[in-house]
């Protein structure tokens, strides 16, 4: 059946029954990100569109993953699609959680999801979420200042040499710092930007026995490094600081540097939103020297719906609508292509249009950066780069983030961090069996 068939089936069968089982209003839990802001902007074309009305619930990233997770696992039936990631979904997906996106129409195009986004995404061969956008890791910087400070910036740069031009372009009595990076405790915020980090210093979460690797050298090390560029040239109070803060920060023009989520460079490139949108170059997400693994990661922001629910048709056909070429082109039309949701869709990066958008071929080169399968240099038994793909890491992962941030904001030091992270997640290994 296409889309379209599916969107007069599901409008029809509400008109015929005189009931709201399909048509009346589907809930959807998101996240607070710019691209999911904008999502919302156009959901009254979707209702035109099909006569289904559309509830929001927007929430903070970490507040997020709490609300629908605890949703899904207790069958609370809130929301009839959730915005979940590349590591929710294939376990959710394997415990029969999630409705099975395998028969989506083919006006729609499946297999333009970008390789990578769509192995994420699955479980055993089948999709259980659709991307809405797709990303890594990369760095965005302010050519103006790094001119100024006489350096120029390699296209694979080295942490040595980021901390040497964060210093370099810290300007205390202007307001400007070299660098903003994410301190902020929670698996997904500052979780993980220290765990691709730690990748990229050779650091690994755990050996092929599944033992905890916090007492290595190189978690020190990466750690140490961290916290010692970030005192020279970070914002105050960083250890609070997540996605949307240092967002905020980089457009404001508060930053040299910024490395995080691909999806940021529409944000900081809008000159309706950053003061330095003419002054922002891009580049490869930072390696140590000596160290192969870069500190990319990857991500999907996707829909999934919840197994279970009384909408099942219309949360299709919503999917359908919001992660489709068609979007992105509704998008292009009212904003421009540089603002439409990236890394998602393998025909954008075919689309001439979309060429010429100055971060578009250092997304994909992020992207493909990104090895799920083999995330550190070492050899370890989990799939995932910043996180590790297996359902006790986001209660483990929180509670190490939450001591990391402790020690960025000085109220422990990080041999006590290390320490505590060591022996809690070697504690919750064991009792789930592993070891």
């Not at 207790?74 to 294939?90: C, H, L, R, S, W």
């Not at 980089?250 to 809008?270: H, L």
């Amino acid at each position: 059946m296409s889309l379209k068939h599916k969107l007069f089936a599901a409008t029809a069968l509400s008109l015929i029954t005189g009931s709201a089982a399909l048509a009346e209003t589907i809930t959807i839990a998101t996240v607070n990100n710019g691209d999911m802001i904008r999502m919302q902007g156009y959901t009254d074309d979707f209702t035109a569109e099909t006569g289904i009305d559309v509830e929001w619930v927007t929430l903070e990233e970490n507040v997020l993953r709490q609300r629908v997770t605890t949703d899904i696992s207790t069958k609370g039936g809130a929301f009839d699609i959730m915005t979940i990631g590349m590591y929710e979904t294939p376990i959710w997906g394997a415990n029969g959680w999630l409705v099975p996106l395998d028969d989506l129409s083919a006006e729609y195009e499946a297999d333009d999801i970008l390789p990578a986004m769509r192995a994420g995404l699955s479980h055993d061969g089948t999709l259980y979420a659709a991307p809405f956008y797709g990303e890594s890791s990369m760095i965005m910087y302010r050519t103006d200042l790094m001119e100024k400070a006489g350096l120029e910036m390699p296209a694979e740069p080295t942490w040595q040499v980021i901390r040497e031009a964060a210093a370099k372009m810290t300007d205390r009595e202007n307001d400007i710092n070299g660098i903003c990076l994410r301190g902020k405790a929670g698996w997904g915020e500052g979780g993980a930007f220290i765990t691709v980090t730690a990748n990229s210093f050779g650091a690994r979460w755990f050996d092929e026995e599944w033992n905890a690797q916090f007492d290595q050298p190189e978690w020190k090390e990466a750690l140490e490094f961290y916290v010692g560029m970030m005192e020279e040239s970070g914002p105050a109070g960083y250890a609070t600081n997540g996605f949307n803060e240092n967002l905020s920060l980089f457009q404001q023009g508060k930053c040299g540097m910024w490395i995080d989520a691909t999806v940021a460079a529409s944000f900081v490139t809008n000159p309706n939103d950053s003061t330095v949108a003419d002054s922002v170059g891009f580049a490869l997400a930072p390696n140590s020297e000596g160290v192969e693994k870069r500190a990319n990661w990857l991500w999907a922001w996707a829909l999934a719906i919840p197994a279970g629910t009384q909408k099942e048709e219309a949360a299709k056909a919503f999917i359908e609508w919001a992660t489709s070429k068609e979007y992105i082109e509704l998008v292009a039309a009212k904003e421009g292509w540089a603002n439409v949701p990236p890394g998602a869709r393998t025909s954008l990066y075919e689309n001439d249009n979309y060429k010429s958008v100055p971060f578009a071929k250092m997304t994909l080169d992020s992207i493909n950066a990104a090895d799920p399968q083999n995330p550190t240099v070492k050899p370890v038994p989990y799939v995932g780069v910043q996180f590790v793909a297996i359902p006790e890491f986001a209660g483990i992962a929180t509670e190490v983030s939450q001591e990391f941030s402790a020690a960025y904001a000085g109220q422990q030091s990080i041999d006590e961090a290390l320490e505590k992270a060591q022996a809690l997640t070697n504690e919750a290994m064991e009792a789930a069996g592993y070891r």
